[in-house]
């Protein structure tokens, strides 16, 4: 029995119009109206859901991604969700630095922007040494996010000499933990 179907049932009974008995042509007549109400409900349901950002699933974060020059770098419906509000959110008349780092996260990459000097920002990845993995769709996404008047430069971690001294890391403790040079550049302590 449908969900409609047994609200109507249970509406018109009292009113001892319909014959509801099992197999009786008002049974029938209601099963037939509590299914199509069911598929329409059912139907009105899913519209809802992928209407509002907050809820939407398939449908309504792929029609939201089509809007915006580059889909965003983010592989859950939770992170896509978050990614167009923060999208949504930038003004042309308040973008100020918290905006553009709150958009860059938004948008589910790991970057904060500071400003460098008058002009000029600064891109950093603080828990990623080296270039992050797919760096080229993410630096499309920053860009489109940053005014194009601003001078943009990506800065990436690597191990430097002094970081060694600091950490006390010589060429013999280097050799014993076997690394490669890829993989001695990359063994930085993560930012705080």
């Avoid at 580059?70 to 969700?81: D, E, G, N, S, V």
């Amino acid at each position: 029995m449908s969900l409609y179907e047994e609200y109507l049932k249970n509406l018109l009974f009292p009113l001892g119009l319909y014959d509801l008995t099992p197999g009786g042509l008002g049974e029938s007549e209601l099963y037939a109206l509590g299914t199509a109400l069911d598929e329409a409900a059912e139907k009105l349901a899913y519209d809802e859901r992928e209407t509002i950002t907050a809820t939407a699933e398939g449908e309504g974060l792929d029609r939201r991604e089509a809007l915006f020059a580059r889909k965003p770098a983010a592989p859950t419906a939770a992170l896509r969700r978050e990614a167009i509000a923060a999208l949504t959110a930038i003004g042309g008349d308040g973008l100020t630095l918290s905006r553009i780092n709150s958009a860059i996260t938004g948008c589910g990459i790991r970057a904060k922007a500071e400003e460098a000097d008058a002009g000029h920002i600064r891109v950093h990845f603080p828990d990623v040494a080296g270039e992050p993995e797919e760096f080229a769709q993410i630096q499309a996404i920053i860009l489109d996010i940053l005014p194009c008047h601003l001078l943009t430069e990506f800065y990436f971690r690597y191990l430097t000499w002094e970081e060694c001294e600091t950490q006390k890391m010589f060429w013999a403790s280097v050799e014993t933990a076997g690394y490669n040079w890829d993989e001695f550049q990359l063994a930085v302590e993560p930012e705080e």
